[in-house]
């Protein structure tokens, strides 16, 4: 059976660190004396209100939890925590509808970055950095943040940590999950200050400077100008993001070893960094070649452009410093290639990570060995480790399901009158949690507030579903999981 009891528990002390979020972008209101802080206050009061009701209903609960109940609090979290979330943007009137309250929440929880609000330059202070908040915690994941902070509240963790984390494959680099947990969230904390500080001295105000830190470290792409990173017109800001766009789209672990343990030719065994910044580098030398073939592009601002969008996509990020809606379309395809790999496991990137692109061409190469020599034993290795069978058939499960998400979105869509471009890139753009599409209306300068509403509905799953690899929130529709056999 179901433990609600614990459900509720865990559920209710997370909602009071988002009504903590809250009060620190009360504050920022406060400072600089604008119209955001009696919705910030009422929110505060409702998430507390419904904090303390589950915290009642989970009084008397047992600290032990299932694997269903894992799945099940996991993507409970994300949806409630959206819900609460998405009252600022309702009560201080900038979002008047609740779809696309809840769909901008979701959006910046999953970092997935796709908004619904034309002119972001309107809003407040505190609505701005409560969207860059959004991002920056779930970056590395809500409930993960709360094992490494609150490691005693969830029974279980390694269950939780496993319905949260990115990828098939997980590498351990402490016994303890919430030491691990430290770890990890202290390497995330000092590269979005290092990168707030890198944008401060290239220019950027205080404010724009933490908040654009916060979105690039966590591949997440909101903006405080409508214009992205391309406001500021300065190649430096344009390199310093590509740089942390780049690193937290390689695995945490990895970098912890390499920076505490000094293995840096951990990487370049790595097979799957290899892949990463092997497809980054023949991408932006693709694009770069038809940026200055057809678009009559100076070679730094080919170089530039094109590797910032490239990286942009492949971490999911959606920053932009340029309108790659008016590319020679041969360059969305392959911007499409990337936001679909995505980038390592085990980092704040979305897409199918590209560990499953190394594990992929391993299986397709073996499946073409065995027409051969139908008698070989062929294994797949992953840095040296074999990747056993199952493995196997969960990746090519998980890819069909991926598939098959994108072009039900896409049929919807279609049926909706949405043309065909759109609607394919902004199908693969949320089950990615990548952002921009490039599409002719919707594209990477644009917002998505003309969809209907019950496309919002849709896409808002679809970005849960993305940033919890599709698998665990598919379990919880079928009849097996409420069964109590």
């Known amino acids: 059976m179901i433990n609600w009891r614990i459900i509720a528990k865990i559920i209710g002390q997370l909602l009071f660190l ?3 979020l809250m009060v620190l972008c009360f504050s920022i209101n406060y400072y600089y004396d604008e119209d955001a802080g009696l919705a910030f206050i009422i929110s505060i009061i409702v998430t507390i209100v419904g904090a303390n009701l589950l915290a009642i209903i989970g009084h008397r609960s047992t600290n032990s939890m299932t ?20 009252l600022p943007f309702l009560l201080s009137g900038y979002l008047t509808n609740p779809a696309d309250a809840f769909f901008e929440t979701m959006s910046g929880f999953s970092t997935t970055g796709a908004s619904l609000i034309d002119d972001v330059e309107r809003l407040p202070h505190a609505l701005l950095f409560w969207r860059s908040l959004t991002q920056w915690i779930g970056g590395l994941g809500i409930v993960f943040f709360t094992i490494a902070v609150i490691p005693s ?77 391309g406001f500021f017109h300065n190649p430096a800001i344009d390199y310093t993001a590509i740089l942390f ?10 970098l912890y070893l390499a920076i505490f343990k000094g293995k840096i030719r951990n990487f370049f065994r790595n097979s799957e960094f290899r892949l990463y910044t092997l497809i980054i580098l023949i991408a932006t030398l693709f694009i770069c070649f ?23 996509f492949i971490t999911t990020t959606g920053v932009f410093n340029d309108d790659a809606g008016q590319w020679p379309h041969i360059t969305w395809v392959v911007l499409s290639l990337c936001m679909i790999l995505g980038g390592c496991s085990g980092s704040t990137a979305g897409g199918i990570k590209c560990v499953r692109g190394v594990m ?6 073996n499946e073409i060995k065995r ?35 994108c072009f039900f979105t896409y049929f919807v869509m279609i049926l909706q009158g949405i043309d065909s471009t759109n609607s394919i890139t902004i199908a693969l753009s949320c089950a990615s949690n990548v952002g921009p599409t490039l599409g002719l209306e919707i594209g990477p300068t644009m917002s998505w507030n003309i969809l209907p509403d019950d496309i919002k509905w849709l896409l808002s799953l679809l970005m849960l579903m993305g940033r919890l690899e599709i698998m665990s929130v598919v379990a ?3 009849r097996s999981f409420w069964s109590d056999r």
């Open 18 to 20: 988002e009504a903590a």
């Open 67 to 86: 694997r269903r109940d894992s799945f099940l609090v996991v993507s409970l979290v994300w949806v409630i925590f959206s819900i609460f979330g998405s």
């Open 153 to 229: 509240l969830v029974g279980g963790t390694v269950k939780v940590f496993s319905a949260e984390a990115t990828g098939p494959m997980r590498m351990k680099m402490h016994p303890r999950l919430s030491t691990q947990g430290r770890w990890i969230w202290g390497i995330y904390f000092t590269l979005t200050v290092i990168c707030a500080i890198c944008f401060f001295l290239e220019g950027m105000s205080g404010f724009d400077c933490v908040n654009y830190a916060m979105t690039v470290t966590a591949t997440g792409g909101f903006a405080t100008h409508n214009s992205s990173t």
């Open 245 to 254: 766009m780049f690193l937290c789209g390689t695995s945490f672990t990895l």
């Open 290 to 312: 038809f940026l200055m073939r057809g678009n009559h592009y100076r070679l730094e601002d080919a170089i530039r452009s094109s590797l910032f969008q490239v990286v942009s």
């Open 360 to 365: 992929l061409f391993q299986v397709m190469r």
């Open 371 to 405: 027409l051969l020599h139908p008698n070989a034993v062929l294994p797949v290795r992953v840095n040296g480790n074999n990747v056993p069978y199952t493995s196997q058939i969960t990746l090519l499960a998980f890819l069909g399901m991926y598939v098959m998400l």
């Open 476 to 478: 919880l529709f079928t």
